[in-house]
């Protein structure tokens, strides 16, 4: 069982280190929100009296490659159906569930790693972490964001029939889920409906943790952060399962 | 109920199978045996209810109706089991194309737990018999489409199946390759004594390799036997004169429907 679950994560692992156009392909949109938006916006958000806006922002962008990274390593799935890989699988003497949690392993550890990577590129943009001993809080959190997404990912690629509904949920849902998270502004004093859906949405526990590690700026605070990643996770494990192994195709 | 000995005797067992999408009937009730060590052809068009078939004996469709046995195990209730008992060649190409032709076979190694001193073993044993041992370490997609057919074959041989599916070897593959991939399968069967189950809308394959042919049309087998009797039966001079007087159409490739012609012209693209 553990073997089917490892070479099942360790086949992720191989297409992603592989795939070096997608990684470097990956790193220009956080790039150009780092340096566009932090440096482009830092001067009014300093007035503001709100300190400097690289290190806010800093954060939120790292979460956003998870976030898009966890849901893409989901929805692969989708690509393994149409172009056949999945059946391969599927008709091997392995549990569903085995297939989910080694795919859903791979896809987090894919996009946890994609996250570190864009750490050291707001680093390099100029960010500058506060306090580094919380380095392993943000490693933890960043891991969890990645498990929550990927299995969201699963999930959805389980209902769905091919490709083209991916940019419906591009649009109506992950765009969202990074726009509404915190990842950009300060949740504090913004109109009702904004907050109420901040706080219904899970990104926007793992940009609090996140940056709370990094450099000290929280909203919920780790404990919430940490009870609501991972209740969201297991939800979406168990839905994601569910899904998976009802899929027909 | 099905006779013990006539179990051991046959691969493959079918009894009044049928499967409905919705309002749509794609497989009709059909009936037909394998025995051990038989190449066996289903001839028949585009959606004639090939594939349906072939993917509620693999285990990945449930019937409507019937019953079916594969190597004396239920499809229905002993899924590992029958699972572990054959292999499958996919009509759409199933490989991983960002892993080495090695990494695809030890993919599909673990996930059959075939042992680790027995896998590397078997691993260089098949693909030197496709032929393809010196591209071990080369990525699938620099493959041509033979190429991935071979590796396909290795691939559904690597947990020693008794019988091994293939839904349409030979699809879009030119004339040589396809000589080549037969050669390979009757070799197989020659000497290890595998069943084989293949489908086809080729008549003059069906015709060479196969030594027992059901034509099936519209879900329904309108005719089973050897090419031989199937010719005589309708006294004709070819296998294609033989199907066209039994089902009153005859199947070209410029027929093929349009989910085929998505698939020739992927194929061509490379994906």
Do not use: C
Request: no cysteine.
């Amino acid at each position: 069982m553990f073997r089917t679950i490892y070479i099942l994560w360790l086949r992720q692992l191989k297409r992603y280190v592989r795939s070096r156009s997608r990684i470097i392909g990956s790193l220009g949109q956080p790039l150009l929100f780092l340096v566009a938006l932090g440096y482009g916006f830092g001067p009014i958000f300093q007035k503001a009296g709100a300190g400097n806006y690289l290190e806010f922002l800093a954060p939120g962008v790292i979460a956003m490659s998870i976030l898009f990274t966890a849901i893409f390593s989901g929805i692969e799935i989708i690509w393994d159906k149409q172009f056949g890989f999945l059946k391969e699988t599927l008709v091997a003497p392995v549990s569903r569930l085995n297939i989910m949690i080694g795919r859903t392993l791979g896809g987090a550890t894919v996009a946890t790693l994609q996250g570190i990577i864009v750490f050291f590129l707001s680093i390099a943009a100029g960010f500058r972490p506060t306090n580094l001993t919380f380095l392993p809080v943000a490693l933890l959190i960043m891991a969890l964001t990645a498990l929550l997404f990927t299995a969201m990912g699963t999930a959805i690629a389980s209902l769905l029939e091919d490709m083209q509904g991916f940019q419906m949920v591009m649009n109506f849902l992950v765009m969202p889920i990074f726009f509404l998270s915190g990842a950009l502004f300060p949740l504090s004093g913004l109109p009702d409906p904004i907050v109420i859906t901040a706080g219904l949405n899970p990104l926007s526990y793992g940009v609090d943790g996140i940056r709370g590690a990094l450099v000290g700026q929280m909203h919920f605070g780790f404990i919430t952060d940490l009870a609501v990643l991972s209740g969201v996770t297991a939800l979406f494990l168990v839905t994601g399962s569910y899904l998976f192994s009802k899929m027909e195709i | 109920m099905l006779q013990r000995e006539e179990q051991e005797s046959h691969s493959i067992q079918v009894r009044d199978l049928t499967k409905k999408f919705g309002d749509f009937t794609a497989v009709d009730n059909i009936s037909f045996s394998i025995k051990r060590g038989e190449i066996f052809a289903f001839l028949g068009p585009n959606g004639a209810g090939k594939t349906t078939t072939i993917k509620m004996l693999t285990t990945l469709l449930h019937p409507t109706s019937g019953t079916m046995l594969v190597n004396g195990y239920d499809p229905m209730k002993d899924q590992d089991a029958v699972r572990r008992s054959f292999g499958i060649v996919f009509q759409d190409q199933s490989l991983d194309e960002e892993l080495t032709a090695y990494e695809n076979m030890e993919f599909h190694g673990v996930l059959y737990r075939v042992p680790d001193r027995i896998l590397r073993k078997r691993i260089e044993e098949l693909l030197n018999f496709v032929e393809l041992w010196d591209r071990k370490n080369d990525l699938v997609k620099h493959f041509s489409g033979g190429m991935k057919r071979r590796l396909e074959i290795a691939r559904g041989l690597l947990h020693t199946p008794q019988v091994l599916f293939l839904d349409e070897p030979t699809i879009g593959l030119d004339p040589q390759t396809r000589n080549h991939i037969w050669k390979y399968l009757k070799d197989l069967n020659r000497t290890e004594g595998i069943t084989v189950f293949f489908t086809t809308h080729y008549m003059d394959e069906a015709e060479r390799v196969a030594d027992r042919v059901a034509i099936i049309d519209q879900g329904r087998i309108v005719a089973e036997g050897s090419p031989e009797e199937l010719k005589k039966k309708t006294d004709a001079k070819s296998l294609e004169e033989a199907f066209l007087s039994l089902t009153g159409k005859k199947i070209r490739e410029e027929e093929a429907g349009s989910i085929d012609q998505m698939r020739m012209t992927r194929r061509m693209w490379g994906r």
